[in-house]
């Protein structure tokens, strides 16, 4: 299955990592690999290789852009503490017969940040689906 969004995570150290290191989406890179180096991720990006539309996370400036237009960002003056958030809901059906069988209807995809202020723990976040539609929380 091929995936309508995929992931590309910048660094510090000018390193990035693609998803995928193919346009078949046959090579592909684990999202441990981000958060192993979470501690040097500056910028998070979603494509939607169908539409062309990008949604990206920039942790240094706290701020979270659908295509070039700023949804979310943050005021405090601790910038330096923001995580990243990102993850995927998958909303299967199963087909019950002779064996069990699933089949994909729906991928989501959530991305935002986190941080830390005065003890609580606040958080950006978006909600992407395949359509292009997309929920700010």
Partial sequence: MKYKIIWKACFKDNIEINQFDDVDQTQEHLF?????????????????????????VDLLNGVVTIGKVTQLAIDHTNKFNNRLIYF???LKELILSKTIE???????YFLGFQYTENERNIKKLIQIYDDGKVVVY
């Fill in 88 to 90: 995927r809901r998958i």
């Fill in 32 to 56: 441990k690999e981000v958060l192993e180096r979470q501690d040097k991720l500056v910028l998070f990006c979603l494509f939607n290789i169908i539409t062309g539309d990008e949604y990206k």
């Fill in 102 to 108: 699933e089949e994909i209807k729906q991928i989501t």
